[in-house]
């Protein structure tokens, strides 16, 4: 079981080692906003857990159980992010939030919001239904509407009739 710190360690240097083929220490203290004497002493502990392969001043790279949980925390949070984003918030929020929740989802909440997002994407049309969310958010206001009668729904782009089912 790996802790959040050790997850965003190991996004940071699997994102730095795509980039220039290797990590150093300046780049992982740069990217987390951390002194560069607490990224050598959790380069250490990861070295020891067998996450990367690291020789005091040189370069880091991940071993492939590092690689693994890296990529597995990138795709946590890329999902989740996407989530959020789809329902509406804003992106710098949605960013925050990921970063968070990536490390407390268990694996059937993210394979269900995996598709979830998968099926928004993949869909013939933009789903009414979010469209109404997005409304009852913003106003408070219930729309019960079909794909029949979207045209009369200014949530639907009809700017002339503020009409809405109550």
């Known amino acids: 079981m790996t802790t959040e710190r050790t997850e965003d360690y190991l996004k940071t240097i699997e994102a730095v080692v795509s980039k220039k083929g290797y990590a150093q220490v300046k780049d992982v203290s740069a990217a987390l906003g951390t002194s560069p004497s607490s990224v ?3 380069f250490q ?28 925390t990138k795709a946590k949070y890329g999902v989740v992010k996407d989530f959020l984003t789809v329902l ?17 989802l268990t694996d059937d909440t993210i394979d269900v919001l995996t598709k979830f997002v998968e099926f928004i994407h993949h869909s013939d049309e933009y789903p009414l239904w979010l469209d109404h969310f997005k409304r009852f958010y913003e106003t408070g206001e219930y729309i019960n509407c079909s794909p029949a009668t979207k045209k009369n729904f200014p949530v639907h782009g009809n700017t002339k009739n503020k009409q809405s089912d109550k």
């Open 88 to 104: 509406g918030v804003d992106g710098n929020t949605a960013d925050e939030d990921a970063c968070r929740i990536e490390h407390v």
């Open 40 to 42: 050598t002493g959790m």
């Open 45 to 72: 502990k990861l070295k020891n857990d067998g996450y990367i392969n690291y020789e005091k001043y040189g370069g880091v790279t991940l071993t492939f159980k590092g690689k693994n949980i890296a990529q597995n």
